[in-house]
C-alpha cells in the first residue's frame, strides 16, 4: 500500500511539472501577444502622427479601421490565452492539494507504523520486565527458605 502511495506521489508530480510546462508555454504565449499589441499601437500612432504632419496623404481612415480590427483581434486573443492561463493555474492547484492529501496520508501511516514499533517494544521491554521481576521474586522467596 505505501509503495502505491510513493507512486501515486511520482505520476502527481510528473503531471504537476507537465502542466508548469504548459502554463510556460501560454505565459509566453501572452508575453508575446503583448508585445505585438504594443508595436500594433505604437506604429498606429507613428501613422497617426505622419498623417496628421503630411495633411492626411492616403486613406487614413481606412488604416484606422484595419488597426482598430487588428487590434480587438489581439485584445481577444489576449483575454482567451489569459482565461487559459487562470485554468491552468487552478488545474495545478488542485493538483498540489491532491498531492498535499498523499503527503498527509503518507505522514499518518508512517505515524501510524512508528507507533506500533514503539508498542511492540513496549510489550516486549515489559513483558523482561515482568520475567526478571518473577525470577528475582522466586530467588528471594528460595533465599528465605
Known amino acids: ?15 504537476i511539472d507537465e502542466q508548469r510546462k504548459i502554463l510556460v508555454e501560454w505565459q509566453n504565449r501572452e508575453e508575446k501577444l503583448l508585445n505585438n499589441l504594443r508595436r500594433l499601437i505604437q506604429e498606429y500612432e507613428r501613422e497617426k ?9 492616403g486613406d ?5 479601421k484595419r488597426y482598430l480590427q487588428y487590434r480587438e483581434a489581439m485584445e481577444q486573443d489576449l483575454e482567451a490565452t489569459r482565461k487559459k492561463i487562470a485554468e491552468i493555474r487552478d488545474i495545478i492547484s488542485d493538483m498540489f492539494k491532491e498531492q498535499k492529501t498523499y503527503e498527509i ?5 508512517k505515524e501510524k507504523a512508528q507507533k506500533e514499533e514503539d508498542l511492540k517494544v513496549q510489550k516486549m521491554l515489559d513483558e523482561i520486565g515482568t520475567n526478571n521481576y518473577i525470577k528475582e521474586e ?3 522467596e528460595q533465599g528465605e527458605k
Open 60 to 64: 487614413f481612415g481606412a488604416y484606422t
Open 49 to 57: 502622427d505622419f498623417a496628421e504632419k503630411n495633411g492626411m496623404i
Open 105 to 109: 496520508v503518507e505522514r499518518q501511516r
Open 1 to 15: 500500500m505505501a509503495s502505491s502511495l510513493k507512486t501515486l506521489q511520482r505520476i502527481q508530480k510528473f503531471q
Open 138 to 140: 522466586k530467588k528471594h
